[in-house]
């Protein structure tokens, strides 16, 4: 079955730092545009960083200088590096992919890793 399964989530101290990835399994395929999105609770999912398969980068406002978003090609792999984390990060993060499948696989979404900042 193609999926994308995250790790690295956890719990972390304001100031301190993470790192998430989502890795695509299933079979071997290509993947255009990833990104990071993220839903803390009561609020709407929003758009954390995107990335496309040439490595162009796009990141919200409230994230900026923080956080690095990068992928892997060859591993279909995407990644995100969180600094300076502040409590209003806590959210649930999903992974996201655009493939070069057919639906039902054209668009897919991570089960989502929990990241939650505080002392």
């Known amino acids: 079955q193609v999926q994308l399964v995250e790790s690295g989530g956890g719990l972390v101290q304001p100031g301190g730092s993470l790192r998430l990835s989502c890795a695509a399994s299933?079979?071997?395929?290509?993947?255009?545009?990833m990104a990071w999105y993220r839903q803390a609770p009561g609020k709407e999912r929003e758009l954390v960083a995107q990335?496309?398969?040439?490595?162009?980068?796009n990141y919200a406002d409230s994230v900026k200088g923080r956080f690095t978003i990068s992928r892997d090609n060859a591993k279909n792999t995407l990644y995100l590096q969180m600094n300076s984390l502040k409590p209003e990060d806590t959210a649930v993060y999903y992974c996201?992919?655009?493939?070069?499948?057919?639906?039902?696989?054209?668009?897919?979404w991570g089960q989502g890793t929990l990241v939650t900042v505080s002392s």
């Open positions: 996201y992919a655009e493939t070069f499948l057919a639906s039902p696989y054209r668009f897919l």
């Open positions: 299933g079979r071997e395929f290509g993947i255009n545009n």
């Open positions: 990335i496309t398969r040439a490595r162009a980068t």
